[in-house]
């Protein structure tokens, strides 16, 4: 359990940091909101195609932070699990989760079985 604590743990501090290199935590919203990439450029005088790239990199940047979030969501839900005495079993059949699988993704919802009948 403890090896698995300590994944989590460090995977959870690296992505912290990347969404905080792509965007900031809105204390409002509870939510990490895109950020462009660099004010400076903002404060230029841009033409369509300055704004049609700073929109492309908004998108970007907003499609990373939904991914990065919803990692980051699964593995504080591991993290909780842990605290709770429940983590390692399958949230579907509730058996236990393969430690092949938790090796792999410590912060798997599921057992190979349950898994592949979802896909």
């Known amino acids: 359990m403890e ?49 049609a790239d700073r929109a492309e990199d908004y998108e970007g940047r907003s499609s990373a932070l939904s ?9 504080n839900h591991a993290l909780s699990l842990i605290e709770t005495g429940s983590y390692g079993n399958c949230e579907i059949c509730g058996n236990k989760i393969e430690e ?5 993704n410590p912060s798997a919802k599921t057992c190979e079985t349950c898994m592949n009948k979802v896909i």
């Open 3 to 51: 090896k698995y604590q300590k994944q989590l743990e460090e995977e959870k501090k690296l992505l912290e940091s990347e969404l905080a290199s792509i965007g900031k935590f809105d204390k409002k919203t509870n939510d990490w909101v895109a950020m462009p990439e660099s004010e400076e450029k903002a404060q230029d005088v841009e033409d369509e195609g300055d704004i």
């Open 67 to 75: 991914v990065l979030e919803k990692r980051l969501e699964d593995i």
């Open 100 to 104: 092949e699988r938790l090796d792999v």
